[in-house]
């Protein structure tokens, strides 16, 4: 299957509109950052030298599902996590 550098920029876009509607709280975007850094660095060459719209997909992801998680934990929906307000 190939896939267009369009469509991995469409997909971007989508991605980072999921973004949005997850959660926009400005105080998690270091956290959110070195998330993504750490992740991505630790796939190693494969995302490297990947073409930088596929780079630009999985570290949206990746902090989409950051941003979703740390949503959950502030609001009680994960069990075991204790959030000082």
């Not at 267009?4 to 959660?23: C, F, I, K, M, Y």
């Not at 934990?73 to 075991?80: A, C, F, L, P, T």
Request: hydrophobic share 40%; proline share 1%.
């Amino acid at each position: 299957m190939s896939v267009t550098n369009e469509e991995l920029r469409d997909l971007t876009d989508l991605v980072h509109g999921t973004r949005q509607s997850v959660s926009n709280d400005q105080s998690d975007e270091s956290a959110v950052a070195s998330a993504a850094a750490n992740l991505c660095s630790g796939m190693g060459e494969g995302l490297l030298y990947a073409p930088t719209e596929l780079n630009e997909l999985v570290k949206a992801a990746i902090e989409t599902g950051y941003r979703a998680a740390l949503t959950d934990i502030r609001n009680g929906k994960v069990e075991g996590f204790d959030v000082a307000s």
